[in-house]
Structure formats: structure tokens, C-alpha cells
């Protein structure tokens, strides 16, 4: 199956400071890709779906200026949390699907990331 | 719209069996299973589109009732390594960009 990835796969920073979550789609192009949350012991929630060369589409509740998505190529969709705060830590999972192939979502590994 | 789960856990020893259901009020094009270990990101398990059918593969296997939006994941003769958290995710539309929206889970823990 396809495979994604994402770095880092851990993160510690301070809060206030910015980070950086980059996933990419290692054997595909993917124009759609998707952006999960998921705190200890509950659901992934769909964040976002990030689209090659236009804006991303936020659900309702989360902040866009605060979970920036930036989706420049076709292997490569980024979510930047802004001046992070404790309650932002979180498992961010994100996930892409192979055009023409199937309907299988492939998930990254996740990055788990810890505000202090 | 979110699918519900159920049971929401279960606890079983080596050997037995297990069925886990996930039920939408909506139509659905697909359900999708996957199994996630702690720490870990979820792994694909099966896809079930909708037509009504039935997959498995070794000893989990998976219907999908159209009439009833309703998927169930069959666990037969559990494996230590069964235990984890089963999310179906499900979409009611298929084209190329459609995210899934997952269950709540259901934590399966199986003992010796």
C-alpha cells in the first residue's frame, strides 16, 4: 500500500513558540490530504482537509489562524501550531488517499506533541 | 455525522470471539475498520463499500448492511495481539477528497 510520513514524530516546545508538522505521501501524489487530532483515549477528529495549491478547508471549531495548513506540492502538506499552549498537545495524525487506486485512507505515523 | 460504536470495551481471553458494531443514521458509500496500539497511528484493516458485503481475511472478517448502515468486525479465536482500539470510519460519498469521520472507538483487550 501507499506509504506516509510525517517528522517529527515527537516535539517538545515551550509555550508560545510555533511548530512545525510536515507529512508527506512517499509513493503517490496526493492533492487531498487530511489533518487529525486525537487527545489520550478518544476519536480522531477530522482538523482539516488540506488541497495541493488552494486553501484548506477547516471544521467547524478549529482555528485557522492558529493550525495553519500549507499544501505547496503534491507530496508535501505541512500544519504549523501557532504560539503554542499546553491544551494543543495532542497526537496530530495526518492521512492522504490514492487518486484512482482505491478508497483506502493510508494514515502517517503521527506526531505526538508536547507543550510546556 | 459521526458513527456510533459499540460495545464502547470489551475484555476477552485468548480464544474467544468478539463482534463490534458501527451504525450510522445516515447512508453510507463505505466503512473502513482500523486498529490502533497505543502510541501508535491507526492501521487499515478492511474496507466495506456499500452493496452489502462481506470481507475477512485470517480470522477478522466484516459485513456491511446497506439497509441498516450498520458495519459489524467479526474477531474470531482472539489473539494477544488483537488488543487495541477498532475506530470505523465512515464517508457517504466517494470522490477522491472525501475525509473519514470516525466512531469513538472500541477498546479491546484480550488476556491469556
Known amino acids: 500500500g501507499a506509504v506516509v510520513s510525517q517528522h517529527p514524530s515527537w516535539v517538545i516546545c515551550k509555550s508560545g513558540t510555533s511548530v512545525k508538522i510536515e507529512c508527506r505521501s512517499l509513493?503517490?501524489?496526493?492533492?487531498?490530504m487530511f489533518w487529525y487530532r486525537q487527545f489520550p483515549k478518544q476519536s480522531l477528529m477530522l482538523m482539516a482537509t488540506?488541497?495541493?495549491?488552494?486553501?484548506?478547508?477547516?471544521e467547524q471549531g478549529v482555528e485557522k489562524d492558529k493550525f495553519l495548513i500549507n499544501h505547496a506540492s503534491l507530496t508535501l502538506s505541512t500544519l504549523t501550531v501557532t504560539s503554542a499552549h499546553p491544551e494543543d498537545s495532542s497526537f496530530y495524525i495526518c492521512?492522504?488517499?490514492?487518486?484512482?487506486?482505491?478508497?483506502?485512507?493510508?494514515f502517517g505515523p503521527g506526531t505526538r506533541l508536547t507543550v510546556l | 455525522q459521526q458513527p456510533v460504536q459499540s460495545p464502547q470495551a470489551v475484555i476477552l481471553r485468548e480464544g474467544e470471539d468478539a463482534v463490534i458494531n458501527c451504525s450510522s443514521s445516515?447512508?453510507?458509500?463505505?466503512v473502513h475498520w482500523y486498529r490502533q496500539k497505543h502510541g501508535e497511528a491507526p492501521v487499515f484493516l478492511m474496507i466495506?463499500?456499500?452493496?452489502?458485503e462481506q470481507k475477512g481475511h485470517e480470522k477478522i472478517s466484516a459485513s456491511f448492511n446497506e439497509k441498516k448502515q450498520q458495519s459489524s468486525l467479526y474477531l474470531t479465536a482472539s489473539q494477544l495481539s488483537y488488543s487495541g482500539t477498532y475506530f470505523c470510519?465512515?464517508?457517504?460519498?466517494?470522490?477522491?477528497?472525501?475525509?473519514?469521520?470516525f466512531g469513538k472507538g472500541t477498546r479491546l483487550s484480550v488476556i491469556a
Open positions: 488540506s488541497n495541493e495549491g488552494s486553501k484548506a478547508t477547516y
Open positions: 470510519g465512515t464517508e457517504r460519498g466517494y470522490s477522491g477528497n472525501t475525509p473519514l469521520v
Open positions: 492521512s492522504a488517499r490514492e487518486p484512482d487506486v482505491g478508497n483506502e485512507q493510508f
Open positions: 509513493d503517490f501524489q496526493a492533492t487531498t
Open positions: 466495506l463499500l456499500k452493496g452489502g
Open positions: 445516515k447512508a453510507l458509500y463505505s
